[in-house]
């Protein structure tokens, strides 16, 4: 009875110790008496108790290691970078991964730090942040060629971070802020441009239309003292009575004008008004006659002729 417990026994140990299970994304390094036997995947598996033994768990899954190093671009500026990988065990070279390297982080850091010592001074500061993308790039391709001989595969590479010093940042912060100030001063300045020419060309056309409504002013009153004029010649008036009366309704309009401006000043006017209006008119046109005495004999000629022409005497007054 106890021989056949002590079979038993031996039997659950053989039996235990020759079946083991690989878990998903994972592959187990077999070796047997010492020496590189096979690669398990996932799933159920023997091997012989005493002579086979598993020597490494391999994880196939994605790892990723960060890399921080300061470094200086070609414009002589340090920045810190930091990079992040991302690599994994090729599943057709786990045996490979796991005897080539002892520390496969470690080596792996190694690279990446002299790939990104290579690209990062090959650029200006400027050029480092526009074309991060295409340092990632340049360092994966690098790095994964190197990390495949050994059995690793680089999935990707990211360049998180450039970080340059704090005197740095505020002497590119004021960099930026001056240009942003210039701009917004032609800015202003273009602003104002346009003001100006926009209130000029409103003050030109109010000049314009200004100067419209003083002709048109003007020609309605010269249009309504030629109407006044012939209807009083056809009621049989001389020429003279006319011109009187419409020399006293003028007298009479101006000082009305004078009585309501708020700016109006004292006028002294002859009392024997309307009978002394000839003498005044008599007056005005014996000065204008002697003034026209003393200019050429055409500018004479042309006076004459308004002096007897009444409508033009009374446009000139």
């Known amino acids: 009875m106890v021989g056949l417990i002590i079979v038993g026994v031996v039997l659950l140990w053989l039996i235990g110790s020759s079946l083991y299970v690989v878990p998903q994304q994972q592959a187990y390094v077999i070796e047997r008496l010492g020496k590189y036997k096979s690669v398990a995947f996932a799933g159920l598996h023997a091997k012989i108790p005493g002579f086979d033994r598993i020597a490494q768990k391999t994880n196939l899954r994605v790892l990723q290691l960060d890399v921080r190093l300061e470094t200086k671009t070609l414009d002589n500026v340090f920045v810190?970078?930091?990079?992040?990988?991302?690599?994994?065990?090729?599943?057709?070279?786990?045996?490979?991964?796991?005897?080539?390297?002892?520390?496969?982080?470690?080596?792996?850091?190694?690279?990446?730090e002299d790939a990104l010592r290579s690209a990062i001074p090959m650029l200006s500061l400027d050029d480092a942040f526009a074309r991060k993308d295409d340092v990632a790039s340049d360092v994966q391709r690098t790095v994964g060629a190197e990390m495949s001989r050994f059995g690793f595969a680089v999935v990707k590479t990211l360049i998180t971070s450039i970080d340059p010093s704090s005197q740095v940042k505020q002497a590119m912060d004021s960099i930026n802020a001056a240009q942003r100030e210039k701009e917004a001063t032609r800015e202003r300045a273009e602003a104002n441009r346009i003001e100006i020419e926009t209130q000029a060309a409103a003050d030109a056309e109010k000049t314009r239309l200004q100067g419209e409504g003083q002709a048109n002013y003007r020609r309605e009153i010269a249009s309504g003292i030629v109407d006044q004029i012939k209807s009083l010649q056809a009621v049989g008036m001389s020429i003279d009575d006319v011109n009187n009366v419409v020399l006293f309704n003028q007298y009479l309009d101006v000082l009305r004008s004078l009585s309501e401006s708020r700016n109006a000043k004292t006028v002294v006017l002859p009392a024997s008004t309307p009978g002394g209006y000839t003498e005044l008119f008599q007056q005005l046109t014996n000065a204008m006659a002697v003034n026209d005495l003393n200019t050429n004999t055409t500018t004479q000629d042309s006076d004459d002729e308004q002096l007897r022409n009444p409508h033009n005497t009374i446009n000139r007054l």
């Open 80 to 112: 810190t970078v930091i990079a992040s990988t991302q690599f994994r065990v090729d599943p057709n070279q786990v045996a490979t991964a796991y005897y080539e390297l002892q520390d496969p982080s470690a080596q792996l850091r190694s690279y990446m």
